[in-house]
């Protein structure tokens, strides 16, 4: 399914495979995420910590969702080096047995009343292994698809990595849905939070059969047949790419936004500090519904940007997804169901997916093959390091009987993706760049109209996919 040239590496590419491999597997991964983000709103305030001061609670429970962050630029380092050194289609196999097992483990914890600080103690271990985990999972999956698609593809089928993503978060919510709204109260927080957690078991299984039959990239097997593959790909990224490095780490802080829909949002909504007072069950459907929308969106945003680049998109998605916060929050902050459920389709759903739908792309191929998983994961998860902590700083300069919440947290929420807007802006463009020749400065795009003509061979080439285009 690729185009024969110079600057393509040979072998069989095998698109429709990785590509499935990716979705499959970053929706189970980013299901087993984000049922921790959702009940580290929800939940584990009242569980897992002390009941006297409700504005502790939630500050320490949102502060555990940060801890997983501060273990991903450590799981970068590590898996980022693995994927570099033994291959993309081994470290996302490791990625989800770790992510599985620490998943389970955290629905078999006892509770604050039944072991005091003890259980808090172990849900940050159990955050931080997941943490690990998870920061080689879209580095990685986002490298094997973008090394598997054909030229002029790129863009289109590495956005089903993030689409897969956003399955994953429908997932965690539609499970949490029917549990919340048809268990009692009392019985939801004894023990029916746990079951979602418990079935992630299926990750484990489901995940490595899915993975294990996806060949090696060609462009990561030509390293190797060329004994081009480095030894410190860490150092080898740092000293020849710092600078497009330091770019995703400003453009990463985008994660801002899911931030502020799915966890600062849930908390603000339905913690009983705030006094706003969404029910728990209707609540979940804010970020389901905008998800919904999101990964109907996310392949026409690709297909997009391998028509006018990877920039533009991810430049307007970042500044109008930052001053729609704003009408989120404020929505949320007149108890408007409807008016907060319309603002997170197109501030979430929509807008933000011009970023979303393209960094799986932009950021894989502004590095080399030889460092691309090492490079992509250590700055993007610092990245996300630092918009993980956003939870915790909202809840204490916004926290329940504070003024001005919506203009606080919005105002905030706006800088981080106006930065993010500037680093893109500053990168090159890199969609008409052949794949030998990612990650090098100097490499001169193919003209408008030979890429526009050899995209065209590759669409044809793509009859599964061909409605989208």
């Not at 009941?51 to 962050?69: C, F």
């Not at 590495?158 to 539609?174: E, H, K, T």
């Not at 770019?247 to 500090?273: D, E, H």
């Not at 893109?424 to 990612?438: K, P, S």
Request: overall charge neutral; glycine content about 8%.
């Amino acid at each position: 399914m690729s185009l024969s040239t110079e600057h393509e590496p040979d072998g069989e590419h095998q698109t429709r495979k990785a590509t499935a491999s990716g979705w499959i597997g970053s929706a189970l991964e980013y299901y087993d995420f984000f049922i921790y983000a959702t009940a580290a709103s929800l939940i584990f305030p009242q569980i897992f910590f002390p009941k006297g001061d409700p504005k502790a609670a939630i500050i320490a429970s949102l502060a555990t969702y940060g801890v997983g962050y501060v273990a991903r630029p450590i799981g970068a380092f590590f898996l980022g080096h693995w994927g570099d050194t033994h291959g993309r289609k081994n470290v996302l196999i490791i990625c989800m047995f770790l992510m599985g097992f620490s998943t389970v483990a955290v629905g078999l914890l006892p509770t604050y009343d039944q072991v005091g600080l003890l259980a808090p103690a172990l849900l940050v271990l159990l955050r931080l292994i997941q943490g690990f985990a998870v920061a080689g999972e879209i580095s990685g999956a986002s490298s094997m698809i973008l090394e598997h698609a054909p030229f002029g593809r790129r863009g289109f089928f590495s956005s089903f990595a993030l689409q897969g993503v956003q399955a994953g978060q429908i997932l965690a919510a539609a499970v949490f849905l029917p549990l919340a709204h048809y268990m009692e109260p009392d019985a939801f927080n004894r023990w029916g939070w746990r079951i979602p957690f418990l079935l992630s078991f299926i990750v484990i299984v489901a995940g490595y059969v899915i993975r294990r039959q996806v060949h090696e990239t060609p462009a990561f097997a030509e390293e190797g047949a060329r004994h081009a593959v480095p030894k410190a790909p860490v150092v080898q990224a740092v000293t020849e790419s710092w600078r497009d490095m330091l770019r995703v780490i400003c453009m990463a802080l985008m994660n801002v936004i899911p931030v502020v829909t799915s966890i600062f949002g849930a908390a603000y909504a339905v913690q009983p500090g705030y006094g706003i007072g969404f029910s728990k069950d209707v609540y979940l459907w804010i970020p389901v519904l905008g998800n919904i929308v999101a990964v109907v969106v996310i392949p026409f945003v690709g297909n997009l940007s391998d028509k006018i680049g990877r920039r533009p998109p991810i430049i307007f998605g970042a500044l109008a997804s930052g001053l729609l916060s704003f009408g989120y929050l404020y929505a949320i902050s007149i108890h408007s169901v409807p008016l907060a459920i319309a603002m997170s389709l197109l501030m979430w759903g929509v807008v933000y997916q011009g970023y979303n739908a393209v960094f799986p792309s932009f950021y894989p191929e502004l590095f080399p093959t030889r460092t691309r998983v090492s490079a992509m994961a250590i700055s993007q998860n610092l990245g996300t390091l630092v918009t993980a902590m956003l939870p915790a700083l909202f809840a204490t300069v916004a926290p329940p009987g504070a003024e001005n919440i919506p203009l606080i947290v919005g105002a905030i929420t706006l800088a981080a993706t106006v930065l993010a807007a500037l680093a893109a802006f500053t990168a090159r463009e890199t969609y008409r760049v052949h794949m030998n020749d990612l990650g090098n400065p100097d490499a001169v795009p193919v003209k408008k109209a030979d890429y526009d003509r050899m995209r065209g061979q590759s669409v044809a080439n793509s009859q599964s996919f061909k409605s989208f285009t």
